[in-house]
């Protein structure tokens, strides 16, 4: 049948007619409602995500609330975390590798399981950080984006919310909403409200079981200031927990901007005055090596009215400051050092006998703790000297092989990292008690101040001490901390092989 054509026909007709075709279903035109619905959708997923986001916070603040407010902490704290740690995963919303995060969460929880304490609610956060960071970035190329994206978000934890809220008010007609909203409410829920009220109160006149609820419901004494410092305490919580559950990848990968090379400050150094000072430092600190060689192994004397634990005591701690200034050093002069045929030897010479002072008062250290007895703050020393003689060795092992100042800070942050974390776990209170305990060289009083921890070490051996009936207390699974339920443990077991021999029981120092 040939085409026949109506000349005159409006083309709003004609474009209204497509129907009458046969094959219309195939030939209808498109019409770009759909598109602008389209353009609909991420107003709509915007919402949703708000949404889902504000219920996770509202979960995870009702359970701050039962794990923090009012209770001792303990195994809380990593109840917690992993708490934070899914309500980020389910934000997000999609499969991602979470291996890689869910160790680093692991590892940073194991210190503060062991026992609560600076150190390891530190390494609790930071751990929390870095999962958080990792699960959002995906997975990082390199170790210096997954850096970047930590540091990032612990910016973003004082700013993110109030960023947010400003953006919401920014973004939202707030006025239009609250009247359309009042209307409807008042539409839909003015006669419903009303008549439940007026039936409510027949009901009260009628039964007085029911008034009775009604009295005691309403009988309720607020305590204001408890309700402040929970408010307060909420919304302190809510602003931390943000971030964790709206930073996105943009906000955490580092900006795509060319690198900018800054010159590096002389502060007056060049390859001559280098030498120079290579030469004078080296001849300074073999004197000083020398002379402690003969007051220690030699027949060196010391002066009228100095002990033995006097002089240990007045060189630990400056010689451990040479040897950190002689690292800065060090680092400062390393630019210079291919400009002249002795330089790096002078150095590695310099940088050894830099080790060989640490390690000198390190041996300092040890006679005044011989002499006088442990302490937390000797243990911290000792520990620190053999940092300082090992980060030397890693500078001299830079120069040897000729490695950047970010490979050296990367190797420090890690020694340092391990070291404390490593720490966490040792219990340096028992150490203190046992070794002086031992070794008779501190009074029982100072012990009697050592963590409830010690306690192990101090059952039965200080007479009738008050601190002899001192061990870890812990009131319920928030507050449980494995190291006191250990020493606890191990404090009623003694106790009990004592009443079972119906003596005294001596520790052995445990």
Known sequence: ?????FHGVPRALA?????????????????????IDRNHLPTTSSNATSRKRLILLLALLAL???LFF???VGLSIAVFTVAVFLANLIELGTPRRITGPAFVLIAGTLPVIEFVQTTSVFFACLGLIIAVAWSRLGVPDSVEKLSYATRRLVMLIPVAAVKSGISWFKNTPVQSDVNSLLHGFIRNWAIPLGGALLILSLLIIANPVLEQWLTDLLDVNFDVSNLVTRSFFWGGMALVLWPFLTASPTQLSPAKTATQLRKTRSFGLNARSVT?????FNCLLALQLVLDGQVFWGSGTLPAGVSYATYAHRGAYPLLATALLAGGFALAARPFLDEGRWLKPLMLVWLGLNVMLTLSSLYRLGLYIEAYGLTYLRIRAGIWMV????WLGMIAWQILCAKGNGWLLL???????ATVYLGCFINFAQAIATYNLNHQRSDGYYLCTLNPTASGALWGRLGNLIC???????????DWGFRDWRVARYIESLESQTATQGGHHENSGR
Do not use: C
């Open 276 to 280: 120079n000072a290579l030469v004078l």
């Open 411 to 417: 190797r420090s942050f890690v020694l340092g990292a």
């Open 387 to 390: 940092l300082v003689a090992l």
């Open 468 to 478: 002899t009936e001192k061990k870890p207390e812990i009131d319920g699974w928030r």
């Open 64 to 66: 701050a609330d039962i």
């Open 15 to 35: 474009l209204d007619g497509w129907w009458l075709n046969a094959d219309a279903q195939y030939d209808a035109p498109q019409f770009h409602g759909q598109d």
């Open 1 to 5: 049948m040939a085409e026949q054509v």
């Open 70 to 72: 009012g209770q001792a």
